[in-house]
């Protein structure tokens, strides 16, 4: 038995202790993905997930006036609901949560992503066991087995405060084999060094925000550093545009393989092998695709991407209006072998990388991590004026306590320096930029406009 066997064991059988169903679920899912996904398994659990609306005040009352869930064609019922947006959840919060919700396991999360308007959800255990074996699963795709060394570029606020992660979180990290070198502040120093982990010991996969692990490329680019090739990159949080894909992959010459998801939704969509696409996780997501009067866009044509949960009970999203735009392949057969929805791609995120003045780089999500679980912040946008000024726009739903913006910009000049000038802009409304996506950081340091010029979609490859 190897040590990575004994590993898996280990971290399957803690699962257990704790009553979460991962490892059966993972093993479920793989075994499906490699047999292939029965034709009806997303039509059994999406008529499965409208069934129990019926236990959720807010749906109950929309199927009373529509009559009852088709079991046959559940996607032509959905159609029927409204689409769920985030105004929505906002004044009907209470009533759409589940009657049951006090059985189960639960906790909040936050939204806040590419739209920069944060809500507040709830989220159950079985939600988080199929996210979490869906993940498991789509790593395996890579290449990377479950507790095979694995680094993430990812943002990591508190480790920024504290320098130090919890007891838990480390032994679990050694446990699945798992470093973080964090996005939210990359010095050139720190980067050489994280350059230098990877030459010595290449990692099975890196995980990364599409943004960090491109401007991570660059910087090994720019200052002649060499890179041993590494065997495969994962990214998220933010669109991955085709110069950025070929950048990354020229520089650590490995696939890169880009996945699609939020924190409200869990993960929705990633790549194969193949590149042909994001497959929609059959057990977790259905997606469609509508223009901008609700209708569904034309087969192969552009619209707002709604999702469907088929795991959140606890708060059922239905018809869940994420914020983004983009295209649902009129094929639903991939070259890999595998079938059904295929997001051919996805447009509408867009986060600026920040910089400090002796060359750190800081992700824009750490700005938006610093406005979650904030129930007066209706939307925002974040602005990097010049090194020493950053400008936070936002669009009130109540009153900010003082202590509030206090922490606020306390933590943002704890990123960047106690001289740097914090300032609430506090409007009426954030439009959208002039190509219509809403862009919720925004560096305005020359150095951002040298990036090649951003492209509108994110393209097969």
Request: glycine residues 6%; proline residues 6%.
């Amino acid at each position: 038995m190897t040590g990575t066997t004994l590993r898996q064991k280990a971290y399957f059988g803690y699962h257990r202790l704790i009553g979460s169903s991962l490892g059966n679920v993972y093993h479920e899912m793989l075994q499906e993905d490699r047999a292939g996904v029965p034709p009806e398994r997303t039509r059994q659990l999406l008529a499965r997930m409208l069934a129990h609306c019926k236990s959720v005040p807010y749906y109950a009352r929309l199927m009373d006036q529509i009559g009852e869930p088709s079991q046959e064609d559940p996607a032509e019922y959905l159609r029927q609901l409204p689409i769920l947006t985030k105004s929505i959840i906002r004044q009907h919060s209470a009533e759409l949560r589940s009657i049951d919700l006090p059985q189960r396991k639960w906790d909040y999360n936050t939204s806040g992503g590419s739209t920069g308007e944060p809500i507040r959800i709830i989220q159950d255990r079985e939600f988080w066991d199929r996210v979490y074996a869906l993940q498991l699963l789509w790593f395996g795709w890579a290449g990377r087995d479950v507790c095979e060394p694995t680094v993430w570029v990812w943002g990591s606020e508190r480790d920024i405060v504290r320098g130090t992660a919890s007891l838990k979180s480390r032994l679990g990290n050694w446990l699945t084999r798992t470093t973080y070198f964090n996005a939210f502040r990359m010095t050139p120093q720190q980067m050489r060094a994280f350059i230098a982990q990877l030459n010595a010991q290449p990692p099975r996969l890196i995980v990364a925000y599409a943004q960090a692990i491109y401007e991570l490329a660059r910087f090994v680019e720019a200052e002649g550093i060499r890179v041993a090739p590494q065997v495969a990159i994962h990214t998220s949080a933010g669109t991955l545009y085709p110069f950025m894909r070929e950048k990354i992959t020229s520089v650590f010459r490995c696939p890169v393989y880009n996945r699609y998801g939020s924190r409200e939704a869990g993960d929705i969509a990633c790549e194969c092998e193949a590149h042909y696409g994001l497959h929609v996780a059959p057990w977790c997501s259905y997606v469609e695709v509508v223009d901008d009067a609700g209708r569904p866009a034309p087969r192969g044509g552009e619209g707002r991407i709604l999702v469907t949960s088929l795991v959140n009970y606890a708060m059922p999203l239905i018809r869940y209006d994420i914020g983004d735009r983009g295209v649902l392949s009129p094929e639903e057969q991939c070259p890999c072998g595998r079938r059904g929805q295929i997001l051919e791609r996805v447009t509408g995120r867009t986060v600026d990388t920040f910089r400090r003045r002796d060359g750190t780089l800081v992700d824009g999500e750490y700005f938006t991590h610093l406005l979650y679980f904030r129930d007066w912040v209706w939307k925002f946008r974040v602005i990097q004026k010049d090194y020493t000024s950053i400008v936070f726009q936002i669009v009130k739903a109540g009153e900010p306590q003082p202590e509030e913006l206090a922490e606020i910009e306390r933590e943002t000049k704890r990123v960047f320096a106690s001289d740097c000038a914090v300032t609430f802009e506090f409007v009426p409304d954030i439009a959208p930029c002039a190509s219509g996506k809403y862009r919720y950081t925004l560096c305005e340091i020359q150095d951002q406009r040298t990036m090649p010029p951003r492209q509108e979609t994110w393209s097969k490859h």
